[in-house]
Nanobody, 122 residues
């Protein structure tokens, strides 16, 4: 099982940008799916984006397409989420997650980080 640790959250004005990082430790495989989710208090956790650890195949939620981009740097054991054109509704705790399996199936993630808060002011 992998261990995950997020960083990079903070307060930003609407229209601004942030880049989240997820440090990955433990044994990883090319078939690992690495993902970002977000959660607002009182709501269910929402899928944001996923990438395959062994390739550049990605999957982004419709709500963030064209604004957010997931990427990875295997040499640094890090997954990133570049967030541009941020909106107040993007405010949430963002979590990094991992599983062995398809990035197109947004369930089944068994490894989670502790989360990082992103707040977008209007």
């Amino acid at each position: 099982q992998v261990q995950l640790a997020e960083s990079g959250g903070g307060l930003v004005q609407a229209g601004g940008s942030l880049r989240l990082s997820c440090a990955v430790s433990g044994r990883t495989f090319s078939t690992h799916a690495m993902a970002w989710f977000r959660q607002v208090p009182g709501k269910e956790r929402e899928f944001v984006a996923a990438i395959t650890w062994g390739s550049d195949t990605t999957n982004h939620a419709d709500s963030v397409k064209g604004r957010f981009t997931i990427s990875r740097d295997n040499a640094k054991n890090t997954v990133y989420l570049q967030m541009n054109s941020l909106k107040p509704e993007d405010t949430a705790v963002y979590y990094c997650a991992a599983k062995l399996g398809s990035i197109y199936r947004v369930t089944g993630f068994g490894s989670w980080g502790q989360g990082t808060q992103v707040t977008v002011s209007s």
